[in-house]
């Protein structure tokens, strides 16, 4: 019966490691050029129904809307 040797390090690192490289480039690539998607609902604060803030709040609704993003 054939004994099993055990790998070294050197071994592992022949074998895993160009995987681990790609994998660490590949999140680092990610994290730094790939840009997270723009929220589609917004919340803002509008001030009172009768006030210029709340008509301001209604146009900018109308303009996101027509951007697919929902205005609360």
């Known amino acids: 019966m054939k004994k099993i040797k055990r790998a070294s390090m050197k071994d592992l690192l022949s074998i895993y490691g160009p995987g681990l490289v790609l994998i660490v480039l590949g999140f680092y690539f990610t994290q730094n050029f790939i840009k997270p998607a723009p929220p589609t609902d917004v919340t803002i604060a509008a001030g009172q129904k009768s006030g210029a803030y709340y ?18």
Do not use: D, V
């Open 55 to 72: 008509r301001y709040a209604h146009q900018y609704a109308e303009f996101l809307e027509n951007e697919g993003i929902t205005l609360h």
